[in-house]
Protein backbone atom coordinates (compact mmCIF):
# COMPACT_ATOMS: atom_id res chain seq x y z
CA UNK A 1 0.00 0.00 0.00
CA UNK A 2 1.61 3.42 -0.81
CA UNK A 3 2.05 5.91 2.02
CA UNK A 4 -0.32 8.44 1.64
CA UNK A 5 0.72 12.25 1.55
CA UNK A 6 -0.81 15.85 1.69
CA UNK A 7 0.44 19.18 0.70
CA UNK A 8 -1.71 21.53 2.99
CA UNK A 9 -1.76 24.95 1.09
CA UNK A 10 -2.99 28.52 3.18
CA UNK A 11 -3.33 31.84 0.48
CA UNK A 12 0.37 33.24 0.43
CA UNK A 13 2.48 29.90 0.30
CA UNK A 14 5.77 29.83 -1.37
CA UNK A 15 5.13 28.32 -4.75
CA UNK A 16 8.59 26.87 -5.20
CA UNK A 17 8.47 25.06 -2.17
CA UNK A 18 4.56 23.50 -2.93
CA UNK A 19 5.23 22.61 -6.33
CA UNK A 20 8.74 21.26 -5.41
CA UNK A 21 6.71 18.81 -3.00
CA UNK A 22 3.92 18.18 -5.23
CA UNK A 23 6.03 16.95 -8.12
CA UNK A 24 8.81 14.34 -6.01
CA UNK A 25 6.07 13.31 -4.14
CA UNK A 26 3.83 12.05 -7.32
CA UNK A 27 7.42 11.24 -8.99
CA UNK A 28 7.96 8.47 -5.91
CA UNK A 29 4.31 7.39 -6.52
CA UNK A 30 3.32 8.57 -3.36
CA UNK A 31 -0.71 8.64 -3.13
CA UNK A 32 -0.57 12.56 -2.29
CA UNK A 33 -3.18 14.92 -2.15
CA UNK A 34 -3.20 18.56 -2.35
CA UNK A 35 -5.71 20.34 0.09
CA UNK A 36 -7.08 23.75 0.29
CA UNK A 37 -7.36 24.98 3.92
CA UNK A 38 -10.53 27.39 2.32
CA UNK A 39 -13.70 26.70 0.74
CA UNK A 40 -12.28 27.33 -2.92
CA UNK A 41 -9.87 24.68 -4.20
CA UNK A 42 -8.01 27.49 -6.03
CA UNK A 43 -5.34 28.90 -3.62
CA UNK A 44 -2.98 31.94 -4.34
CA UNK A 45 0.70 31.60 -3.71
CA UNK A 46 2.45 34.54 -2.55
CA UNK A 47 3.64 35.76 -6.18
CA UNK A 48 0.08 35.10 -7.22
CA UNK A 49 0.13 31.85 -8.80
CA UNK A 50 -2.61 30.10 -8.76
CA UNK A 51 -2.82 26.44 -7.63
CA UNK A 52 -5.96 23.98 -7.93
CA UNK A 53 -6.19 21.61 -4.99
CA UNK A 54 -7.62 18.08 -4.92
CA UNK A 55 -9.84 18.61 -1.86
CA UNK A 56 -10.58 21.40 0.69
CA UNK A 57 -9.85 21.03 4.50
CA UNK A 58 -13.29 20.58 5.49
CA UNK A 59 -14.05 17.98 2.93
CA UNK A 60 -10.78 15.88 4.37
CA UNK A 61 -12.12 16.57 7.99
CA UNK A 62 -16.04 15.13 7.44
CA UNK A 63 -14.28 12.02 5.73
CA UNK A 64 -11.84 11.43 8.67
CA UNK A 65 -9.17 11.06 6.68
CA UNK A 66 -5.76 10.00 7.76
CA UNK A 67 -2.49 10.46 6.53
CA UNK A 68 1.30 9.29 6.71
CA UNK A 69 3.03 12.47 6.12
CA UNK A 70 1.79 16.20 5.61
CA UNK A 71 3.56 18.96 4.21
CA UNK A 72 2.69 22.58 4.47
CA UNK A 73 4.96 24.76 2.63
CA UNK A 74 6.52 28.44 3.59
CA UNK A 75 5.47 31.90 2.69
CA UNK A 76 5.37 34.17 5.31
CA UNK A 77 1.26 35.02 4.79
CA UNK A 78 0.68 31.50 4.24
CA UNK A 79 2.25 30.30 7.53
CA UNK A 80 0.31 32.97 9.45
CA UNK A 81 -2.93 30.99 8.71
CA UNK A 82 -1.68 27.92 10.83
CA UNK A 83 -0.30 29.83 14.04
Do not use: H, W
Not at 8 to 37: C, H, Q, Y
Request: charge should be negative; charged fraction near 20%.
Amino acid sequence: MKPKTCVLLASGFEELEAVTVIDVFNRAGLDNTVISLFDDLIVIGGQQIPIKCDETFMNIVKKDQLFDGIVIPGGLTGVQYFI
